[in-house]
């Protein structure tokens, strides 16, 4: 049975960090491009951070509005999945999902982030 099972949500201030993680199970996750997505309310999901599969060259990207704040990183050995968010701002607020995409996609069912003072 495919899981994946986010955590680290929570409340923070403006300007503070949360590490977000994202547990796998039931696929061969180093095969797997991992994703981070997030979903405000009134909002369409949108791509926040991209690792792809283990490879000669593991490529990351990033959306504007979060590059040179957050990092994306993966743990191969232990199955997660990684988001390091700093300088936190209100709106970052959303829930944040990962997903994995192969030859199917699997979906977390989110975690919520609310940066707020």
């Known amino acids: 049975q495919v899981q994946l099972v986010e955590s680290g949500g929570g409340l923070v201030q403006p300007g503070g960090s949360l590490r977000l993680s994202c547990s796998a199970s039931?696929?061969?996750?180093?095969?797997?491009?991992m994703s981070w997505y997030r979903q405000a309310p009134g909002k369409e999901r949108e791509l926040v951070a991209f690792i792809s599969s283990t490879g000669i060259t593991m490529t990351t990207n990033y959306a504007d509005s979060v590059k040179g704040r957050f990092t994306i990183s993966r743990d191969n050995t232990k199955n997660m999945l990684y988001l390091q968010m700093n300088s936190l701002k209100p709106e970052d607020t959303a829930v944040y999902y990962c997903?994995?995409?192969?030859?199917?996609?699997?979906w977390g069912q989110g975690t919520q982030v609310t940066v707020s003072s």
């Open positions: 997903k994995a995409s192969g030859s199917v996609d699997f």
């Open positions: 039931g696929f061969i996750f180093r095969t797997f491009h």
